[in-house]
């Protein structure tokens, strides 16, 4: 397991990107896009995301496994339905959809680009640490589960 396996959790993460992008909007605006309806749109992505984590956590909630990212080995149900059908990460999906609204709402393409890195972040260092572990927990239920369903969308 690498050190950051993890380490820091999803919504911290997601405060820090969010502060990261609006310091490169602020200090590095190098490209700028402002049009009509942008701030419907940042805000109309940013609750679609929040629902669609929302989801995620009650599905948990509801099963009584773990929505702890940093302890995937206590998860005692492997959900494969609801809004896991669609994703096997909607909570992440969700932050990422979130940080896509505060892209949209900051206007600056260089805020942008913290997007990519925080997909890569949570596939290195959370979703597949999870991965193992739901794996060797549910073994090939998992294995079919995570074939037929996309780990983003």
């Known amino acids: 397991m690498n050190s950051l396996e993890l380490k820091i959790p999803p919504v911290l993460l997601l405060i820090l990107c969010a502060a990261f992008m609006w ?3 602020a200090f590095v605006p190098i ?3 402002n049009f009509a309806g942008q701030l419907v749109i940042a805000i109309l992505l940013a609750i679609v995301g929040a629902q669609i984590a929302i989801a995620g956590a009650r599905a948990c909630h509801e099963r009584q496994t773990t929505v702890n990212p940093l302890t995937p080995e206590k998860s005692s149900t ?4 609801g809004v896991f ?3 096997r990460n909607p909570i992440y999906l ?3 959809l979130a940080l896509i609204g505060f892209a949209v709402y900051l206007g600056a393409l260089t805020a942008a680009l913290v997007l990519p890195m925080f997909v890569w972040y949570m596939n290195q260092f959370q979703i597949k640490p999870e991965e193992r572990s739901l794996a060797q927990q549910f073994g090939e239920s998992f294995v079919q589960y995570s074939q037929r369903t996309r780990r983003w969308l």
Do not use: R
């Not at 492997?78 to 339905?81: E, G, R």
């Open 78 to 81: 492997l959900i494969t339905d």
């Open 23 to 25: 310091l490169l909007a």
């Open 85 to 87: 059908k669609v994703s």
């Open 94 to 96: 969700g932050l990422l």
């Open 31 to 33: 490209v700028l896009i």
